[in-house]
Structures are given as C-alpha cells and as structure tokens.
C-alpha cells in the first residue's frame, strides 16, 4: 500500500491520480495547495482509480481547483475536501451522479460555501462546514440526505433553522448542529429516525427558554444538548429508550431532573446549569455520571461514596455544598438467589456497584449487569463450577461480603447490652435490616445495624422489656419459617457468650435453652433436663362427702404419666380416668380440709389444702343463740344461722335493722324476740373511693381495702408483691347501683372490682350454696385474670387491709363506749365452709363471715383464709389488721363476690342514762368466694348521681334494750 502524504505545491497533470481500473496507485493521497490540468481532478467521465480509498484536499486562493464532480470520486471511502484562508474561492461541487452509481462512502468532509445534492451517495458519516461570507446558501438540498447515516452540520454566522433537514426524505440516523440558528417562531420538526441528536452553541435557540423541536424521535438513544438558552430542560419528550443524555450550559436553575422513566440509560451529564438540591437516588444506576459545575448540595449518596474507585472527584466538582463522604456501615445490602432449575444465580441488592462483582472462589466466573447497583446474574453449571456452596465469597468494588447462596437459619455466639441497645454476634445473619427479626420478651427490637456477623437492635424508651438474666427471645429469617428460641440477659449491661442445650423440645413449646448457663428453661407445663417430662398441677378438686365418693380433679397432667398415683391427705384415691387435663378418682372416709399430693414420671406435686370433706352436718356460731336465748334456727347443711325475725349477724347475736331475717333461706314462722328498750343506734356513713371503702361510726371510722397480691413459691417464699392500693381506675357505672373499677398489673393479667349496692333483698346461688343478700347491702365483685405465675407449684395469696382508729368526731354523749381495739380470729377454722373474724373498738364492731370456697377456672375449688397480722399501729396513730385470701394455681380466672350489711348486737350502751340496755353497731362481711376472691367491708351504700365517691348513708333505727340481768 502506497500512500501520498503533504503533496504540496505539485502542478498535477490530467488524471495524474490514475484512472478508474488502474491498479498500482496509492491506497491513501493528501494534496495541499496544488495546481490541476483544467482545474479538475479527473478528466471528464473518469474517476479516482477503485484502488485508491482516501483523498484528502485541501486549496488555497492560488489553488485552480474549480470543479468537483462527485462522479470522479464515486469509487472513494474517504473524501476531504479543506480550505485554508479562503472567503472568495471555493470549487463547484457537483453531483452528477446517476441511480446507477454505486457509492459507499466512510467520511466525507467538506468545507463549503454551498450545500451539494447528496442524491445517489450513501455515506456513513458526513460532516459539511458551511462557510457564509456575503450571500445566504440556499438549504433545500438538505432534504437530499436519504442515504446519510450521520450527518455533522456546521455553519459561521446565524442563519435559519432549515426545515429541509425535517423531509421524510432524509433517514439520517445521527444528526450533529453546531452553529448560531435564529429564534424560531414555531414549534420546529427533526428527522423522524434520529438516533442520536448533538446541538449546541446557539443561545438564541429557544422558545421562551423552552426546547424549540416539538417533538423527538421515539428510537433516540443519545441526546446532547448545550447552551440554547434553556430554562428548561426537555425531559419529557426524550423517549425512556434513550441510553445517553449530555445536558450543559444553559440557565435551569432547578432540582436534577427525575430519570426513572429512562430504563436503558446508562450515561447522564449535566454540567454548567445552576442545578440545586440533593442527588436522586434512581441517579446510583447510570455507569457515567457527570454533574460538575452546578450548585447541588447534601451528602454523595453511599452508592457514589462507596465505590469512589468508580467516580472521581471530577464527577462533582464545582458544587462547593455538595460533600463528599465515606462508605457508611449498612449501605451496600446485597443477596444471592439461585435458580435450580436453569441454574441462574443471582446476587441482587443495593448499592452494590457498577463495576462487574468478582467471586472469588472462581475469579474465572463474570457476572453480566442487568441493572446497574442492583442487579447481576451468571449462569452457574453445577456440571462446570461444582456444585454451589451454602455460602460464597463476593468482591464488590473494593468490599468483601460473605454471602448465603439460600436463606440460612440464624445462629447467635454472643449478646451485648448496653442500655436499651444490644449488639449480637453470630453467622448467617444477613445484610438486609428487614431479613432478620429479634424479639425479646414478646417486644420486636429494631434493627439499625445487620451484616453476615453482626446484628446491633435497639429499643425505645417507651418499650416494656422485661428485665431478667433469661428473658425468653427468639430469632427468625422472615425468608425462613424457622424461629429459633434463646434467652438474653437484660438486667446486665455485659457480654454473654451463647450456651448451647442438646434439646428442649423447643419445637413443642415445652421450654427454651438458657443462653447464659446452657440449660434448659421449662415452660410450666414440663419438667427434666430437656423439658420432656410434664409438669402436673391442679387447679381445682371438687369435694366428696365425709364418707368418701368420687374426687374430680382439674389441671394438668399432661403425657408420659409413668407411675401415676393421687394421695389425698394420707389416703390413696384409686385412679379410674385421666386424660392431660383431668382426672378422677375414689376417695375413702375422712373429714376437714386436706392437702393433695400427685406423683408421675418420679415428680411430685402437692396443693395444700385443696381438698375438703363435705360433712353430713356444719355447726353454727353460737349455736345462733345469745345469753342461752335462741335467736335462730341452725342450717347444719352449711352451718349458716337462719335468724328470727328482727334477728341477723351469721351468729343472730345482732339486731336486724331491716326487720328481715339475714339467713339464706326462708323458714316458718318464727318466734316474736323479747322486746326492750327503745336505743338509737348512732347513724353509720360509707364512702367508695378509686377501689377503697370507708365506714364512719360516731368517732369511729375503718377504712378497708385490696391492699395487695402476692405469689409464693412452694417453700412460702415470697417471688413478687403487686401493690393494688390506689391504683384503680373507673371504669364507667351500668347503672346507678353498679359501680366499676379495674386495673393491669401485667401485660396479660386484669383485676376488675365491682361494687353493687343492693336495694331489695334476694337469693343467689354461689359455689354451690344458696345466700341471701339482705335489703341495703352491698356485694363486690373482684375477678383476677390471666395472672403470669412463675411456676405452677405456686399460689398467690389476696390481701385486705382494715385499719380503724379515731376519726377526731366530738361525741361527748358517747364516750362511756370507747374501748381499745380488740379482734377475734376464734372462728376462722380451716376445716369449716364459713371462716368468721371480728374487730372491735368503741363499741362498734366490724365482722366478716369468709367462705373456704372459689371457682378456679370456672370450676368449684377450696380455699383457707388466714389473719396475717394483729393490730399494727400506723402513723397516724390508727390500727391495721391484714386478712388474707390464699389461692391456688390457675390458668384462666379466680374471682369473689362479698356482701356486706349493717347489723346490731348487744353491746352499745346510751350514755348518761340509767338505762342499762347495750346494743352493738356491726358491720357484717359476707364473702363468697367465687372465682378469685377479694374481701372488702362496707356497711351501706348511698349512690350519688355523677359522682366517682359514692355516700352510703344508713338511716337511724330505734331498737329496743334487752331484758336486764338479774
């Protein structure tokens, strides 16, 4: 190949370049400033040899060159034609080529003062410089461009926008403007198969600073524009197709433009424009980024920070309020899936780069980019690679991550707490915040950081952790159904190396590995070292007459019951049925209240004092008799005192203020009671305050409430105290005799009271025995549900505070009745269905009648009350009596339903009268106790409209005296 170059100054002889079939020529000719033979290249209807590629021209003012005939140079590939200096000379191009002539032409370029028809020439890429001195060219042969593959337009001075370039005619693929164009005063039209489009450096070229062109064509997939005077930039009608957009110096002013809609665009700049705001994130996907030269603020986003080996510096120069960051923990959240079927593996994620990821196990394997930071697959041949690890080493730009090529089940090796933040160290975690969830104690922790090894949660301030060194937590991969169990240690701010147990039947709910001792944690319902063995109990027994019968017994047995036996007191109860909730059995002969004992798989449960014998026949108090004198009829079937009229008080010692019988069923007539002396009985007032009660009496007044609940384990230890005092919250009125409280002590665990004042007498069955609530009285309802025991050999143990002293009242006609405090607890026997207790002091006495019985879970159970402490003197000089309740193990609800009225026996006396009758104010406490029971005492209740304190308010009764004594 010869090739011409700087042939300059040569006088060229008639085609001196060869001729059309001529061989041996140079492949490549450069002429400058020579002189033709007839100012011509080629003699007429020759042309440059076919040999010949490349023809570079460039003339001058003393170059002769005329004439320019595109038929001498038809057989060419690349045709320059340059002009150096000149404004006055320029060569006639002409085209006289026929349909005929076959042209395939690279590069043309050519300097003009003319635009040539380009009719019959295809040209791959052609670049015409329009040169304008004195007369404006004619643009109608720029609709000749139909063979045209691109097509570069420059021009000096400022003409028109030519409408020719928009004929159908033209099928220019690559349209490149570069010159100054006049304001347009309509709506402008390109070629409809454009490509790609460049125009720039013609600042009048607006609309009122919008796009001139009306529309784009809908196959561009590159667009550059720049300094058109734009004050705005046309994003919406450039197609999503569009693959590059160069966008530079004009006037915007405005936030980046939105470019999600561009799905295939890979490369974006947008320079010298004034651009403000932050960097959008859809921004991360594009391969090229250029924003220089604007006025962006805000951070660069992690996508650009972590890979800066990708974007330099230069990428944002020129935005002084734009900051340049580092790499933050957390920000690339990359993830692998594999297809098994046609073996896709692919790692997704976020900002996971633009540079293609590298595997390292198999640095030959080349992941293909289907979006950019987000997306990327290969084709993994198990019969090529290998069969495909559970996990995999990925280079990400410069990060390293290891990745689980599935989902993989969460492993803890260590928790650390520090305040309400907890950071936990393990394998298979994840990358992303929201694959992992750790709950302690029911309580979802958030995560703020994850990697493959590390997880670090937090809990807010408002959040209720329960605080304990093996809080039961569970762990899960929301892609996973698995959920795996472990404790954590939230009393301590420390460290905690994970423990592993073999098992514990975690899978059936029976307990929980210890992550701090590596042991097993029981629910209550197992027991053994991996929680396999049940842990029987029981929550209620029903009772068998004192000659023996069948026992029914409630709870939990569960399965295996290797070696089942059931002792009541020290008798065998011969087993005929049991399932996991129930038994039954057959007791023998005995009597009182008696401890049950259950042993199976060599464990053994004992419930004291749950059972009791059923007598024949109850005695009553005092043989209901006062002074020898019977005052009533003895129920020995519950050993209730059923009293003559006029007569009450559970031992018909007191005068009935009603003039109704307080016993529990009626009965014939009975005997008149002797009269006496007319007394008034001094008037007693009862207030109900936020679940507390008040009975003022003269200058005597007792305040009784729910003081507290307490569980006990099985040695009587206590394990937690539930303060209950003024923490009741109302809870609206049924209606004007109903009156509701309640409050949580737990999440799970509702106490709810009721107080209900009684305006007529009536019957109503409770844990199997038949009461009478009498006219004026008042029942109180007090139900314990759901309460979290710790274990189920434990109990609890419902506390009722009195305490009684001087309200500071100035009753000078009463003080031949004041009398220390005094109590009798002679009646609370254990082996009896009523308990009775009395405390007096001035003559006015406050007693209460208990029933040993509650319905646990729905069902009948025995309970035994007991006095916790004697007359302990508080600070405001009164005295206090505890009584307490103690209740079995439930699982559901315990609840009672007391009532109380105002009784009189002989033991007040009028002052300052020789009258010597005595007569005594009580309060009666009747206490059925039925499901979880609470014991409250009031006298009466006065309702009061839209008021939280109800006045209960007993009118004056005149009694008369008893008989004096001889």
């Not at 008639?14 to 100012?39: E, H, M, N, P, S």
């Not at 002293?805 to 000078?812: P, Q, V």
């Amino acid at each position: 190949m010869q090739i011409y170059r700087h042939l300059s100054n040569l006088y060229l002889d008639i085609d001196a370049l060869g001729t059309t079939d001529d061989k041996r020529v140079a492949t490549k000719i450069y002429l400058d400033d020579c002189t033709f033979k007839d100012q011509r290249i080629s003699s007429i209807g020759n042309s440059i040899p076919t040999a010949t590629e490349h023809l570079s021209i460039a003339v001058t003012d003393t170059s002769n060159l005329l004439f320019i005939p595109f038929s001498s140079l038809k057989y060419l590939k690349i045709f320059i034609l340059a002009y150096k200096n000149i404004e006055q000379y320029f060569p006639k191009i002409e085209n006289d080529l026929s349909t005929s002539d076959e042209t395939n032409f690279y590069n043309v370029i050519i300097d003009s003062n003319e635009i040539p028809s380009f009719l019959n020439m295809k040209i791959q890429n052609l670049e015409l410089s329009l040169k304008i001195y004195n007369t404006i060219p004619s643009f109608d042969n720029l609709d000749t461009l139909e063979s045209v593959d691109s097509f570069n337009f420059i021009f000096n001075g400022e003409i028109e926008y030519p409408n020719a370039l928009g004929s159908p005619n033209n099928k220019i693929r690559v349209l490149d403007l570069k010159g100054l164009f006049s304001p347009p005063s309509q709506a402008l039209t390109l070629p409809s198969d454009i490509e790609e489009f460049t125009i720039s450096n013609s600042p009048s070229f607006n609309n009122k600073g919008l796009f001139p062109f009306a529309s784009l064509s809908n196959i561009l997939t590159k667009i550059s524009i720049g300094n058109l005077g734009l004050t705005k930039y046309p994003m919406d009608l450039i197609p999503p197709t569009v693959k590059t957009i160069i966008l530079y110096q004009n006037n915007i002013g405005s936030p980046l433009p939105d470019i999600e809609k561009f799905y295939k665009l890979s490369s974006f700049s947008l320079t010298n424009s004034k651009m403000i705001g932050s960097i959008p994130e859809n921004y991360c996907k594009l391969d090229f980024l250029l924003l220089e030269n604007n006025n962006l603020e805000g951070e660069w986003n992690q996508c650009f920070a972590c890979y800066q080996e990708h974007y330099s510096d230069s990428s944002f120069s020129g935005n002084p309020k734009l900051i340049k960051n580092d790499c933050k923990p957390g920000s690339i959240v990359p993830y692998i899936t594999y297809n098994q079927d046609n073996y896709i593996l692919s790692l997704r994620g976020k900002n996971l780069g633009i540079d293609t990821p590298v595997i390292k196990e198999n640095l030959s394997i080349k992941l293909e980019t289907i979006v950019p930071q987000s997306h990327f697959e290969v084709f993994w041949d198990p019969r090529v690679y290998g069969v495909l690890p559970n996990i995999i080493n990925v280079m990400l730009g410069n990060h390293e991550f290891i990745l689980a090529t599935s989902p993989l089940v969460p492993e803890i090796l260590s928790i650390t707490k520090s305040g309400n933040q907890f950071v936990f160290k393990g394998i298979q975690f994840s990358y992303d915040l929201d694959d992992i969830i750790i709950k302690i104690s029911g309580v979802k922790c958030s995560n703020t950081y994850i990697d493959f090894n590390t997880l670090n949660c937090q809990f807010s301030a408002t959040d209720q952790l329960k605080i304990g060194q093996d809080i039961p937590s569970t762990i899960q991969n929301i892609k996973l159904t698995t959920i795996s169990m472990f404790t954590v240690n939230t009393a301590q701010d420390k460290t905690t190396i994970i423990k592993t147990c073999s098992s514990c039947n975690e899978g059936s709910g029976n307990g929980l590995c210890s992550s701090t001792t590596g042991k097993c944690i029981c629910s209550q319902y197992y027991t053994g070292e991996s929680c396999n063995l049940p842990n029987q109990f029981l929550t209620s027994a029903s009772s068998a007459l004192s000659s023996g019968g069948l026992v029914n017994l409630y709870g939990w047995f569960g399965s295996p019951n290797e070696g089942l036996t059931i002792t009541i007191g020290s008798l065998n109860c011969q087993i005929h049925y049991y399932n996991t909730t129930f038994a039954n059995c057959t007791i023998g002969a005995g009597s009182g209240t008696k401890s049950i004992k259950i042993i199976q798989n060599n464990q053994e449960w004992i419930g004291e004092n749950m059972f009791h014998y059923t007598e024949t026949t109850y005695r009553c108090p005092k043989d209901c008799s006062l002074n020898g004198v019977a005052n009533g009829e003895c129920n020995s079937s519950s050993g209730q005192c059923k009293c003559f009229i006029g007569w009450g008080g559970y031992d018909c010692n007191s005068k009935s203020t009603t003039g109704g019988s307080t016993s529990t069923s009626s009965g014939s007539s009975t005997p008149t009671p002797t009269k006496s002396p007319e007394i008034e009985i001094p008037e007693s007032n009862t207030t109900i305050n936020n679940g507390s009660s008040s009975i003022s009496n003269q200058q005597t007044t007792y305040e009784i409430s729910i003081l507290s609940l307490i569980e006990y384990d099985v040695t009587d230890a206590i394990v937690i105290t539930h303060n209950l005092t003024n923490k009741w919250i109302s809870i609206g009125d049924t209606d004007k005799n109903i009156h509701k409280f309640n409050q949580n002590i737990s999440e799970t665990c509702r106490i709810t009271y009721i107080i209900e004042d009684i305006k007529e007498s009536r019957d109503y069955e409770f844990a199997g025995l038949q009461l009478t609530l009498e006219k004026d009285s008042i029942k109180i309802t007090v139900n314990i549900e759901n309460y979290p025991f710790t274990s189920v050999l434990n109990k609890l143990q419902l506390r009722l505070e009195s305490i009684v002293g001087d309200n500071g009242a100035n009753i000078e006609n009463n003080q031949c009745n004041n009398k220390e405090t005094s109590i009798n607890k002679d009646l609370l026997d254990n082996n009896q269905l009523l308990n009775y207790i009395t405390i007096s002091k001035n003559e006015k006495v406050l007693y209460g009648r208990f029933i040993n019985r509650v319905l646990s879970d729905h069902r009948q159970s025995f309970i035994t009350t007991s006095l916790i402490s004697n007359t302990t003197t508080t600070s405001a000089n009164k005295e206090s009596f505890i009584i307490g309740l103690n209740l079995p193990f439930f699982t559901e609800s315990l609840s009672i339903d007391p009532d109380f009225s105002v009784l009189v026996s002989p033991s007040f006396k009028k002052c300052k009268s020789n009258d010597r009758a005595k007569w005594v104010l009580p309060v009666a406490i009747v206490v059925p106790c039925v499901a979880v029971a609470t014991i409250i005492i009031i006298s009466a209740i006065i309702y009061k409209k839209n008021r939280t304190t109800v006045l209960l308010v007993k009118n004056k009764f005149k009694l008369r005296a008893l008989p004096k004594k001889e």
